[in-house]
């Protein structure tokens, strides 16, 4: 852990390889009086870092960036070996936490304020300051890059951060906050620290010196902690799950866009907010779609991140394929198609193969509960409206996707789809420069862009009559 500067080593739980379920280390867990004293360093820690200019502030961050790029190689062999997915895409991912730093830097810079015109001798100005401490929590599916947009954004608003990583991916926000504390950030500003989750939010989030939580995770923890936050009056960003459709009109060619559905869809083995799942697809174009769909499902090589050769590595745990497996089993007894995957492979890691679920019912527990793996739900809709009422027909609305060459469709959907992010014709759902987040059960708030920056300060409006009355 990291409080106030210096890095404490203790004993504690276990960290598991999910290719192989070999121990790679323990993580510690934090005691009461550990989570005091990191409150007690991020209030020092702010009181320095909240005077300091933006400049400045942007300085240390975008060093730390270099010292993750120097250090690459490294982060991205810990993230295989404590999360699965494959090398390749570790390092993309830490790339990808990089241009989050990056952007947030330099967008610290324009935390502009404004001057309001009034009558002579008045001066109305609106300015923005940074929220205070911030605790956050981050999630084990995307563990470098998840942290730093929480890290960038509430630094680079002059926040200070305890930052409550995942136990069970703990090396990635290590290695992360090591950069850090290497490029020169002062002490205090960012703490890290690990332990029994419920424990840690019941201390932090109605400490007193806490000011906002940001959070990444599942929808039932979320709303937990916002009711927690809310009891409180802690403003918070909700980033929770998704259970992302997909509609794939009939002016498109599905054979492509069956290329591209595989290769979102695989990606870190299917555990991501925004992964592509409920595919409604027309039905002129649903037969082609799917066939292809399930020849390139069954063609993914499956196996260790750390090979090459790998393009889809195992599931972060257990716990992932049990539920996987109940919802298959769900399914197809309620009638769905399985078309591919569906079981186990091998009995030394956690590793389902990319599965395919068509004509899945509309009562079948998947197409209203996030998977969060390696499936895929098929299903061939009349018309743009069917396709467009049933992407719509559950509480979630974080991500959606949609394929069409026609401008109109393209309208309808923008103007329909209850989403925080829509991506037509491609399968990226925010990048640095926009807001990523949700609607609905699928969180509020956001992430990234100015909207994400903003979201870490207050605003205080100051009145100056020139001359007393």
């Known amino acids: 852990m990291l409080i106030g500067g210096e890095w404490r080593l203790v004993s504690g739980e276990p960290v598991c390889n999910p290719a192989d379920g070999k121990i790679l280390g323990r993580v510690p867990h934090a005691t009461e009086t550990d989570l005091q004293e990191a409150v007690e360093a991020a209030e020092k820690g702010f009181a320095v870092w909240r005077r300091m200019s933006p400049l400045k502030r942007s300085e240390i961050i975008l060093r730390a960036v270099r010292i993750v790029h120097e250090r690459l190689g490294e982060m991205a062999e810990t993230m295989t070996l404590e999360q699965g997915k494959p090398i390749g895409q570790a390092r993309l991912e830490i790339v990808r936490g990089c241009e989050f730093l990056e952007w947030d830097a330099t967008e610290g810079r324009r935390m502009y304020g404004r001057i309001v015109p009034s009558e002579t001798g008045m001066r109305h100005a609106v300015v923005r300051e940074p929220v205070g401490i911030v605790a956050a929590f981050s999630p084990w599916n995307f563990p470098m890059s998840s942290p730093a947009r929480k890290i960038g954004g509430a630094l680079s608003a002059g926040c200070a951060m305890v930052l409550k990583a995942s136990e069970e991916t703990p090396g990635s926000a290590v290695q992360l906050a090591k950069a850090f504390v ?28 806490v000011r906002m939580i940001s959070f990444t995770g599942s929808v039932a923890v979320g709303k937990k902690l916002t009711a927690l936050a809310g009891r409180h009056m802690k403003p918070a960003i909700m980033e929770l799950g998704g259970h992302a459709p997909v509609i794939v009109c009939d002016d498109v060619d599905p054979v492509a866009v069956a290329d591209a559905s595989v290769t979102g869809k695989s990606r870190n083995a299917g555990q991501v907010c925004t992964a592509p799942t409920r595919f409604f697809v027309a039905n002129a174009a649903y037969g082609k779609f799917r066939d292809r769909f399930v020849e390139k499902a069954n063609a993914i090589k499956l196996g260790d991140g750390l090979d090459p050769e790998t393009q889809m590595g195992p599931l972060a745990n257990h716990r992932r394929v049990e539920a996987l497996e109940e919802l298959i089993a769900d399914a197809v007894g309620k009638g769905a198609q399985l078309l591919c995957g569906g079981k186990r492979v091998g009995n030394g890691g956690n590793f389902l193969p990319l599965t395919v679920l068509a004509e899945v019912p509309d009562d079948a527990r998947v197409m209203s509960e996030e998977p969060f793996g390696p499936l895929a739900l098929i299903n061939p809709v009349a018309s743009l409206d069917e396709g467009i009422q049933k992407a719509n027909s559950i509480p979630y609305g974080l991500a959606g996707y949609a394929f069409t060459n026609s401008a109109r469709a393209a309208a309808q959907i923008a103007d329909r789809l209850e989403v925080g992010n829509l991506s037509i014709n491609h399968f990226t759902a925010s990048v640095a420069e926009t807001p990523f987040g949700g609607v609905k059960d699928s969180g509020f708030g956001r992430e990234g862009g100015c909207e994400g920056l903003a979201g870490y300060t207050i605003v205080k409006s100051i009145s100056h009559l020139s001359e007393p009355v």
Request: glycine residues 10%.
């Open 182 to 209: 290497d490029a020169g950030l002062p002490s205090g500003v960012l703490n890290v620290v690990f332990g029994k989750p419920d424990q840690i939010s019941e201390y932090l989030i109605p400490h007193p010196a």
